[in-house]
């Protein structure tokens, strides 16, 4: 455990206003002028803004407050406590596992802190396509500014591990370029072990952030508890009806003036299908992207430690940028982190070939390509439904389309793999096996039959469902973030996004939520607030 | 998996054990009251040692040992999963584990016992690359539990080179 200071449990012992599971019983019934759903990225934020600008908040959070003395560093610890369904969430088809934080924090307290701005052509789609004539890169720069502020989102100044070396090495004898990532860290140590909690409190995540500042300031936490539905009358909310995580004990019926959903692009959804919310073009829940990701793993002589260091410090957008952004989808290229539970069931086979893979884990160097989705017409993303017991899931039908760009990035990842010098590359679909050379793994990948369950495919990027736009007939929620048919409910988080955003997505739910969060505090008659 | 799927194979199965003597009623759960039941504990330790060979140890006592650790670590695993997704791997365990779901999902004509490892293997690998979509499902599932059951424990890592968490 660690023996660093807990600012959560210091706060805690401070008074904060905390309920749900083991922090005591939550009252029948509560209010509020702004009930949130949710304490991820766009919760976080819009609890600070509201608070600092003189709202009442209440926040709600399916999942538990872990805290930094709970951050071992353990995956069997990690996925179960910190991840919705256990990290193991899948798409209907089973073909795409998908990782969401479900904790105080949400996925900002499990995630790699990978920062990138929306990238300028991504709005510019979304200008063109939908609506959003006020979602240009200067208009919206000087929230990315605040957000960057507040977070401690800079340049990583440290050398990346060899993970993250391997992939500007390769890269560079082909001639692709690769850029540094920005990092929302202060006084890192580098352990490299972000997606289970840091145990440190360097990463600025919402856990350790927007979270206790309205907390000291006010807000009301409820945990371990489930936003079930929203009461509707009139195109207004009128309540929201919340009941214990574990199934048991009273619903608690909170009342407020207005409701943010930031509950996640599964989840938000959900809530509003869960309530019959009103969807007359029928657009909720629908157009959910993924950044479907596909992965590549090599074995070199010398050693890698995927494990060690900083997760994710350089990437490259060569095969974003050398492209129509509608065009054959595009990819990101980025080197994630590796551990022993998220290695041995990522990489395929069984018995004695597996084993020779795990055993060559410290030697292991891994890439992924995250693919663009939603810019083209073949490219509609999935859509949330319900499950009989009103639990979401997430159909994605993997398109050729989808899978062609699949196939590609595949071939992108091993040459630049071997190009970095590697023994052997093995891209990671059941019918692949460990390639010796760039042209015996060109011929072998481009005869794979890219279908879903063969090649791996996983997304820690869920966006869309309720969607932005200028219209009603073309998404869920005004460029506001107000519902288009329910005046006092908005949303907050990244189903906002009408498509994919084309980078790991924290800092632009962080910089459009701010704007969002700071509208909504004005018209609510609140005082002007800022984040920094 | 897809609820209709289930639908279609729970009366596929249905069928073939009606045939073959057996009644849908008599199928015991793979999960039950928060842990796996003697059909998912069979199926687990069989499709255990064809998964993990070359990583389980290769003394039988050790061995033994090994795979009873890895299920205790399954039922942990699987505890913390929802409802949904108990369900279905209960589903998917007890139908392994009777005659007629063996030979249907895994092609393995012998019972999980006494068949050979290569055997579990071959009947594991046409899962794997099956056309029918709920069998490459099945294989996945099966894949992914016993190896993050299996590597979660220290004890697996001297020999995959991993230090373990820092101590800070």
Redesign the interface.
């Known amino acids: 455990m660690?023996?660093?200071p807990d600012p959560i449990r210091e706060g805690l012992a401070r008074g904060w206003r905390v309920a749900g599971g083991p922090h005591g019983a939550v009252p029948d019934r509560l209010a509020c002028d702004v009930a949130i759903v949710g304490s991820g990225a766009g919760a976080g934020i819009s609890a600070e803004i509201l608070t600092r600008a003189g709202l009442k908040v209440l926040l709600v959070e399916e999942g538990p407050l872990k805290t930094s003395s709970d951050f071992?560093?353990?995956?069997?610890e990690a996925?179960?406590s910190l991840y919705q369904?256990?990290a193991?969430r899948k798409t209907?088809?089973?073909?795409i596992t998908i990782l969401q934080g479900r904790c105080v924090g949400g996925s900002t307290t499990v995630n790699w802190t990978s920062s990138f701005r929306t990238p300028a052509a991504t709005l510019d789609h979304w200008q063109r396509h939908f609506g959003l004539q006020r979602f240009g890169n200067d208009e919206l720069a000087p929230f990315f500014e605040q957000a960057e502020r507040r977070l401690s989102i800079g340049p990583w100044l440290l050398p990346p591990n060899e993970n993250n070396a391997l992939l500007r090495r390769g890269a560079a004898r082909l001639g692709i370029a690769t850029a540094a990532i920005q990092r929302n860290v202060k006084g890192c140590?580098n352990?490299g072990?972000c997606g289970l909690g840091c145990?440190?409190n360097a990463k600025q995540s919402m856990l350790v952030t927007t979270i206790p500042w309205a907390l000291d300031h006010g807000a009301h936490l409820l945990v371990e508890t489930r936003a079930e539905r929203l009461e509707l009358a009139n195109g207004r909310v009128t309540a929201l009806v919340c009941v214990p995580a574990s199934g048991e004990g009273p619903a608690t019926r909170i009342t407020a003036r207005h409701y943010v959903l930031a509950a996640g692009a599964i989840n938000s959804p959900a809530v509003l299908l869960r309530s019959q919310a009103p969807d007359p073009h029928g657009r909720l829940g629908q157009r959910t992207f993924l950044h479907p990701v596909v992965l590549s793993a090599a074995h070199f002589d010398g050693k890698v430690e995927g494990?060690r260091g900083a997760p994710q410090t350089l990437y490259s957008d060569h095969f974003l940028e050398t492209q129509p952004i509608d065009g054959p989808i595009g990819y990101k290229l980025e080197a994630p982190p590796v551990?022993?539970?998220i290695?041995?069931?990522t990489v395929t086979g069984?018995?004695?070939e597996?084993?020779?893979l795990?055993?060559q884990?410290?030697n292991t160097h891994v890439l992924i390509a995250l693919l663009r989705d939603g810019f083209h017409e073949q490219s509609p993303g999935g859509s949330v439904r319900l499950?009989?017991?009103g639990?979401p899931q997430l159909d994605y039908p993997l398109t050729d389309f989808v899978m062609e760009g699949a196939r590609r990035a595949l071939l992108s990842m091993m040459e630049i793999q071997f190009a970095a010098g590697a023994r052997r590359v093995l891209p990671v679909h059941?019918?692949a096996r460990p390639y010796l050379d760039w042209n015996e793994a060109r011929r072998a990948v481009a005869a794979l039959p890219m279908k879903?369950?063969?090649a791996k495919i996983v997304s820690a990027h869920v966006m869309g469902g309720c969607g932005l736009a200028g219209d009603p007939a073309l998404g869920v929620v005004r460029p506001d973030g107000v519902h288009w048919q329910l005046q006092n409910l908005s949303v907050h988080d990244g189903s906002l996004f009408p498509t994919s955003v084309g980078a790991n997505p924290q800092l632009s739910i962080y910089g459009i939520v701010n704007r969002l969060a700071q509208d909504l505090a004005r018209r609510m008659g609140g005082r002007d607030a800022i984040l920094a | 998996m897809r609820r209709r799927s289930w639908l279609k194979l729970g009366i596929g199965a249905a069928a073939v054990l009606a045939i073959g003597g057996g009644a849908v009623a008599l199928l015991g759960p793979g999960w039950q009251r928060g842990r796996l039941a003697p059909a998912g504990r069979t199926v687990f330790t069989h499709v255990g040692r064809a998964l993990l060979e070359g990583s389980l140890p290769a003394n039988p006592a050790e061995q033994a040992a090994a795979l009873d650790g890895l299920l205790d670590r399954v039922d942990a695993l699987v505890a913390a999963l929802p409802p949904h997704a108990q369900q279905e791997l209960s589903q998917l365990l007890s139908l392994l584990a009777t005659s007629a779901g063996r030979r249907a999902l895994a092609g393995l004509a012998q019972d999980w016992p006494v068949a050979p490892l290569a055997g579990i293997q071959q009947g594991l690998q046409s899962m794997r690359i099956s056309s029918l979509s709920l069998r490459r499902q099945a294989y996945q599932a099966l894949h992914d539990i016993t190896g993050a059951a299996y590597f979660s424990d220290r004890g697996t890592w001297p020999q995959l080179g991993y230090p373990g968490p820092m101590d800070i």
């Open positions: 660690s023996r660093l071992r560093q353990l995956e069997s996925y179960p369904e256990s193991a209907s088809d089973k073909a140590w352990l072990s145990p440190t494990w551990h022993p539970v290695f041995a069931t069984y018995g004695r597996h084993a020779d795990m055993r884990f410290p499950r009989g017991d639990s059941e019918l879903p369950l063969l």
